[in-house]
């Protein structure tokens, strides 16, 4: 149980194009997800936080303009990279959570290898 | 701000030791830690959490330990196979379900 997916497992874009990262809850309700973005050889930043229905909270320093992330259902949220440069080339993960505040169990996704040329 | 981070950032055993992994953390009001595997190319695995009421919680070959007075987590590993080989992170579970991960550590095993 608690399987998370993501969509495109890895996508290669041009500079200036926009990419949509899809992740689904497979076998529960996730009332809150995360986007997270790691560079090579370095730890999970999170991105920003999102819960259905409502607008995502960015962390310090994550423009929401660029990374456009949308909660529309209990078992989906995306992440969309507008203009993307190859700065944005990263693993994007994201990770689920059944549950609100203390107490939620958060399960990752298997990530997405975006790169930008 | 508050971090978690960690002491080594490769370690290499034989296969057949007993490997540990270290993590100090900064922020004391945590209550809630959590050790991650991460294989190249994929998501974090959940291998074992520990609530900061307790100071040692053992799994199935693994063992957290926590020591608050020095803000010291380690995760230990019996009989370290080829198959342990990975990153593994220690997190740290705030308010508001948020997770703040440590630099990350290689175990590599040598066969």
């Known amino acids: 149980g608690a399987v998370v997916s993501q969509h495109p497992s890895w996508v290669i874009c041009k500079s200036g194009t926009s990419v949509k990262i899809e992740c689904r809850s497979l076998d529960f309700q996730a009332t809150t997800m995360f986007w997270y973005r790691q560079f090579p050889k370095q730890s999970l930043m999170l991105m920003a936080t999102s819960n259905e229905g409502s607008k995502a909270t960015y962390e310090q320093g994550v423009e929401k303009d660029k990374f456009l992330i949308n909660h529309a259902s209990l078992t989906l949220s995306t992440l969309t990279v507008t203009s993307a440069h190859p700065e944005d080339s990263s693993f994007y993960i994201c990770?689920?959570?059944?549950?609100?505040?203390?107490?939620?169990?958060?399960?990752f996704g298997p990530g997405t290898r975006l790169t930008v040329t | 701000g508050e971090s978690v981070g960690l002491h080594l950032p490769t370690l290499s055993v034989q296969e057949g030791d007993n490997s540990i992994i270290n993590c100090a953390y900064s922020?004391?009001?945590?209550?809630?830690f959590i050790w991650y595997k991460q294989e190249s190319g994929k998501g974090p695995q959940f291998i074992i959490d520990?609530?900061?009421?307790?100071d040692k919680r053992q799994g199935q070959r693994v063992t957290v330990l926590l020591n608050k007075t020095v803000k010291h987590l380690s995760l230990q590993i019996a009989a370290t196979q080829p198959g342990d080989s990975a990153v593994y992170f220690c997190a740290e579970r705030n308010a508001g379900n948020m997770l703040t991960f440590g630099g990350g550590t290689r175990l590599m095993v040598k066969p």
């Open positions: 990770s689920a959570s059944p549950g609100t505040g203390r107490g939620g169990e958060q399960y």
């Open positions: 520990i609530r900061s009421n307790m």
């Open positions: 922020n004391s009001a945590s209550d809630y």
